[in-house]
């Protein structure tokens, strides 16, 4: 009953209609999940320079079991332990025991990585979604399709909630930098301002960032386009319809990041790839679990 009641705010009548056919879709993501979610861990672990720091091994929270254990040693013990069991929930998603192993695993390599002084956010969006992953219904559940696709759309909520926050704090911040009189992205040259002192801070440039600091107009505008986008993209979760282009728009400001600050968010591409423009919520004219045009909602 509650779970119906779920579904019918957060999905129309033709999902509804194929919801068995939109739930096998999503299981298979789900697999593909911590498949990916394995590797990025494994490919996180292994490329930080922790080890330059290791000296300085001060273990966060979920660590603090670890702390009479080598960061060379910790560090292939979390990796094998990582990839083994992630590939387990990849082929044994139902498993709800795997699934929660599988988030301490992820949670446990974020925490190493981010013990040496130094915070990146490179796992963060794949702890989120283990984190609500951990609550897909079994397989007996009666209400086991509708469920299925309403932990997705949780999953979906929460991270292009991280966008949306991150965008209003932009905008709250450059409210009080204003209110003090000093230089804010309300200002044209606010942009260039972020963007040579990230370039100062990393001692890299992006590809075209030397070419926006010459065209600070550019760059503002392009800024703004950013800033609107990540405000907004929220409404997107009860826009199924958009949640390709809104993928699509998301990895593109990903690159474009990339380019411009050489700031690397690659790790998160996957992810967006999987929960938008691989949507089993979203517009789509074929279907993962039958690999067939879907008729019904091309109408041929």
């Given at each position: ?58 273990p ?41 192993v ?14 040496f ?52 704090w ?55 386009i ?68 879907n008729r ?5």
């Amino acid at each position: 009953m509650i779970a119906d009641y779920l579904a019918r705010i957060v999905f129309d009548v033709r999902q509804l209609a194929q919801r068995a056919e939109r739930s096998r879709d999503a299981w298979i993501l789900i697999r593909v999940f911590y498949i990916f979610a394995g590797y990025v861990a494994a490919e996180r672990i292994t490329a930080e320079p922790w080890h330059v720091h290791a000296g300085a091994f001060e273990p966060l929270w979920p660590l603090l079991w670890a702390q009479t254990i080598a960061p060379e040693t910790l560090m292939w013990i979390l990796l094998a332990a990582a990839v083994a069991v992630c590939t387990a929930a990849a082929a044994a998603p139902h498993n709800r025991m795997l699934r929660i192993v599988a988030l301490v695993s992820l949670l446990s390599v974020g925490a190493f990585i981010n013990s040496f002084g130094k915070i990146g956010h490179n796992l963060h969006y794949w702890i989120y979604v283990a984190a609500i992953f951990v609550f897909l219904p079994s397989r007996t559940n009666k209400d086991a399709d509708t469920l299925t696709l309403t932990t997705f759309w949780c999953a979906q909520f929460v991270i292009l909630s991280t966008y949306a926050l991150a965008g209003l704090w932009k905008v709250v911040r450059a409210l009080m930098q204003s209110s003090e009189g000093l230089i804010s992205i309300f200002n044209v040259s606010g942009p260039v301002h972020i963007l040579v002192n990230r370039t100062l801070k990393n001692g890299e440039v992006g590809v075209i960032g030397e070419w926006f600091t010459a065209h600070p107009e550019i760059l503002w505008g392009a800024f703004w386009i950013v800033v609107l986008v990540q405000c907004t993209v929220l409404v997107v979760a009860y826009l199924p319809r958009l949640h390709r282009i809104a993928g699509i728009v998301l990895i593109a400001f990903h690159v474009g990041i990339y380019l411009a600050m050489d700031i690397s968010f690659i790790h998160v591409i996957p992810l967006l790839g999987l929960l938008f423009v691989c949507s089993p919520l979203g517009e789509r004219a074929w279907s993962f679990s039958d690999r067939s045009l879907n008729r019904s909602e091309t109408g041929h």
